[in-house]
């Protein structure tokens, strides 16, 4: 059983678009627990991704079905857990709710140049620059049937989109828990 105002939160989004940072500075502030999803992709996908290949379906299924199994585990325990996960199409959007039922996304929305310009500024992520076409190509963005999908603009400064995603997850917090 799933203590229901417990809720697990999925930071979404294209690689570069802020996930790591607005989730893990929202985790200290909200005092919530923290996961970032790529510490569960096998081996294999690591390898693959730093060569500059993209990843296929079959490659994200145990790698989605291990972080199915973490967001269960975190949402049975915690007041906030916050997940970071691309989820960058709606089935891989569905395979994280299945069976969690407090479980939410927040997608970190932005355009490719902003995007672009970011990983161009990036250093030591095994992330290539190159494949954020491939990313922006597999994107499905969130549709009006995914009313649990709550869209930030990220381009504004970053501690700007800390504080959206801040306000949109107090809004679901009892009154006591955000004083």
Not at 120 to 138: C, D, E, I, S
């Given at each position: 059983?799933?203590n229901?105002?417990n809720?697990?939160?999925?930071i979404?989004?294209?690689?570069?678009?802020?996930k790591?940072?607005v989730?893990?500075a929202?985790a200290?502030?909200l005092?919530a627990?923290f996961l970032?999803?790529?510490f569960l992709h096998?081996?294999?996908?690591i390898?693959?991704?730093?060569?500059?290949?993209?990843?296929n379906?079959d490659?994200?299924?145990?790698?989605?079905?291990a972080?199915?199994?973490?967001?269960?585990?975190?949402?049975?325990?915690?007041?906030?857990?916050i997940i970071?996960c691309?989820a960058?199409?709606?089935?891989?959007?569905?395979r994280l709710r299945a069976g969690?039922?407090?479980?939410?996304?927040?997608?970190?929305?932005g355009?490719?140049p902003?995007?672009?310009a970011?990983l161009?500024a990036?250093k030591?992520?095994?992330?290539?620059p190159q494949?954020?076409?491939t990313?922006?190509?597999?994107?499905?963005?969130?549709g009006?049937?995914?009313?649990?999908?709550?869209?930030?603009?990220?381009d504004?400064?970053?501690d700007a989109v800390?504080a959206?995603?801040?306000?949109?997850?107090?809004s679901?917090?009892?009154?006591?828990?955000?004083?």
């Amino acid at each position: 059983m799933t203590n229901n105002q417990n809720r697990v939160y999925v930071i979404m989004g294209v690689s570069g678009s802020g996930k790591s940072a607005v989730a893990s500075a929202v985790a200290q502030r909200l005092s919530a627990n923290f996961l970032d999803g790529d510490f569960l992709h096998p081996r294999c996908n690591i390898q693959k991704m730093a060569s500059g290949e993209p990843l296929n379906d079959d490659d994200r299924a145990p790698w989605l079905a291990a972080l199915n199994d973490a967001a269960f585990a975190m949402q049975r325990t915690n007041a906030v857990s916050i997940i970071v996960c691309s989820a960058l199409k709606k089935h891989y959007r569905d395979r994280l709710r299945a069976g969690n039922d407090n479980l939410s996304f927040i997608y970190l929305h932005g355009d490719f140049p902003v995007i672009e310009a970011r990983l161009a500024a990036r250093k030591g992520h095994f992330f290539k620059p190159q494949m954020l076409v491939t990313q922006f190509a597999t994107l499905e963005l969130p549709g009006q049937d995914e009313s649990d999908v709550q869209a930030i603009d990220i381009d504004q400064p970053l501690d700007a989109v800390i504080a959206d995603t801040v306000r949109h997850i107090q809004s679901f917090l009892p009154q006591e828990a955000c004083a």
